[in-house]
């Protein structure tokens, strides 16, 4: 089964920056793509990024240039660089990818991006 699990997240100042991970098991993980996904207190889920098995990236156009989604295939792992934080990106980020059974969620990780 599959199964993801975020780290990362924490309590960073605007401006900062913060690395958020993601470990992918269940899967052969090269042939999948990755994406992130955030969603604030009272807030729907939006797409962040995204990485295709072949590392092409996309992103939401209120992150371009503030953020990088890449993959290590061999750690098994979706990484999101996140710079020049601002307080409207405060979230729980999940990761998440499009299995033959649906789509997979990880439990999230927290950002707070505040003063």
């Known amino acids: 089964q599959v199964q993801l699990v975020e780290s990362g997240g924490g309590l960073v100042q605007p401006g900062g920056s913060l690395r958020l991970s993601c470990a992918a098991s269940?899967?052969?993980?090269?042939?999948?793509?990755m994406s992130w996904y955030r969603q604030a207190p009272g807030k729907q889920r939006e797409l962040v990024a995204t990485i295709t098995s072949g590392g092409t990236s996309d992103y939401a156009d209120s992150v371009k240039g503030r953020c990088t989604i890449s993959r290590d295939n061999a750690k098994n792992t979706v990484y999101l660089q996140m710079n020049s934080l601002k307080p409207e990106d405060t979230a729980v980020y999940y990761c998440s990818l499009l299995s033959p059974s649906g789509r997979n969620w990880g439990q999230g990780t927290q950002v707070t991006v505040s003063s």
């Open positions: 269940g899967i052969i993980f090269r042939l999948y793509g």
